[in-house]
Each structure stands twice: as C-alpha cells, then as structure tokens.
C-alpha cells in the first residue's frame, strides 16, 4: 500500500554529518573525551579533554568537522580544507584554547587534522577581505597514522602555550630595557654598592620570565639566578666596578 503523503526527508549534507561523526569516534584515541555541541553555526562542533593515564586533566581542545567524499591531494601530498566562514576563523582566534580542524574523506573514511591557530594568525589579513577561506591539509597529519598522535600532542601543546609565551615575549623585550641599565650604571661603581631596589627587581623579574621563556620553546635551562649575579660582577668588577643585585 503505498503512501502519497509528504515526510521529511534525510538530506545528504546530513548523511554526511552523521557518517563523518561515527568516524571521528572510531578513530579518535581513547584518551580523548569528546563531547560534542549541540548548537549550531557557532563554528565548533565540540569539544575533547585529553585524559593521561586514564585520568582527567582539564586540557581542552575545541574542533570543527568537516566532511566531503573524497579529499584530492596533490603530488606532494597536500589540499586544502572545506570553506570555512572568515567570521568563523575570527571566532577561533577569539578562544582561549586550542582550536583543531578535523577534516573527514568518507570515501577513504579517514579524518585528517590541523590546529588552525598558525595558518589563521600567519593570514590574519589576508581573510578580513574575503567571506571563506580554507585551511591547509597535510596527508600525513590522520587521525589514527602511526605518528600522528605526537604530531598531535607537539601541535597542541603548542598552541595552549602560545598566549603565554607571546605575554612572556612582550615583558621579556621590555626587561631588556632594565638589563641594559643595569650594565650601563654598573660601569666604574663600587663592587658592593647595591642596586636600586626598583632596579633590582626588575632584573629579577626579567630573569624569570627569561627562564619561562627557555621551557616553554624546549631550550636548556640557564644558570641560577645567583650564579648569574655572582658571573656578572665579576666580569664587570674586572672591567672597573660592579654593583650588588641581591
């Protein structure tokens, strides 16, 4: 008996939505706690906590997927993302936490991934003048690919760093200021006469943050403050005067 009455139908954007989906949680790691979002046209369509050891850590990712059949790479393995709105991308540079694009090739049923953060701030404004832009893929960053949860891992960590050291770089550039006086009253005083204490602390703090600065790039660690200090007046006490920082 057939029915001639009209139903909603199951479009092939949402097909696609739903088969894009189930394979990010086939080959999403287990360690990732997804949590997709509900509402629409906000730019992200969840969010993943990265547990370690089984155990919840309170680093966050956000992610946008995308789907199409088949991605078409390039000789060299390359391609560009799905349109992404500008005013999207301006949303995503917005977050405080990392933002992953999650782009899936149902033909291949695979899903490859990019932080977006690099790409978006390298082309800031070059996408304020256009509606869409793309983000670009590589064939080797795949969800699921035998190395690519440390291509992962060395990604996120560095966009969740990534506020902290350009914050670090500004009052590091700006201490340099405070060093470079330092030096220059330095010359011809007396060995133990001190700093000025606003003087002092300002060094101190420059120190610091220069240290930060080494851990959060992977560079060896410096010498300790005090050890620093001690170097110093030695070589300007060698040269005609040094001044106490401590």
Do not use: C
């Amino acid at each position: 008996m057939s029915d001639e009455r009209a139903y909603p139908q199951h479009s092939e954007t949402q097909d696609k939505e739903e088969r894009s989906k189930r394979l990010l949680e086939q080959l999403a790691p287990t360690s990732w706690q997804i949590r997709p979002i509900t509402e629409r046209d906000v730019g992200i369509d969840g969010e993943a906590e990265i547990r370690v050891n089984n155990r919840y850590t309170g680093l966050f990712f956000k992610y946008q997927l995308k789907s199409t059949d088949s991605i078409e790479w390039s000789m060299v393995g390359s391609s560009r993302s799905s349109a992404i709105k500008s005013s999207t991308a301006n949303y995503w540079l917005g977050l405080e936490i990392p933002v992953f694009l999650f782009q899936a090739d149902l033909v291949e049923g695979a899903i490859y991934f990019r932080a977006v953060g690099a790409e978006l701030r390298r082309r800031f404004g070059e996408f304020q003048d256009q509606k869409t832009l793309s983000i670009e893929l590589s064939r080797e960053l795949r969800l699921g690919r035998w190395d690519a949860a440390e291509a992962f891992d060395a990604a996120f960590r560095w966009e969740r760093a990534l506020p902290r050291l350009a914050a670090l770089a500004e009052r590091f550039l700006l201490g340099l200021e405070a060093s470079a006086i330092f030096l220059e009253i330095s010359q011809g005083r007396d060995f133990h006469m001190e700093a000025d204490e606003s003087l002092r602390e300002q060094i101190r703090v420059h120190y610091e943050t220069h240290v930060e600065l080494r851990a959060l790039l992977g560079l060896p660690s410096v010498e300790p403050y005090d050890d620093l200090i001690t170097r110093l007046e030695r070589e300007l006490g060698s040269s005609g005067g040094s001044m106490s920082t401590r």
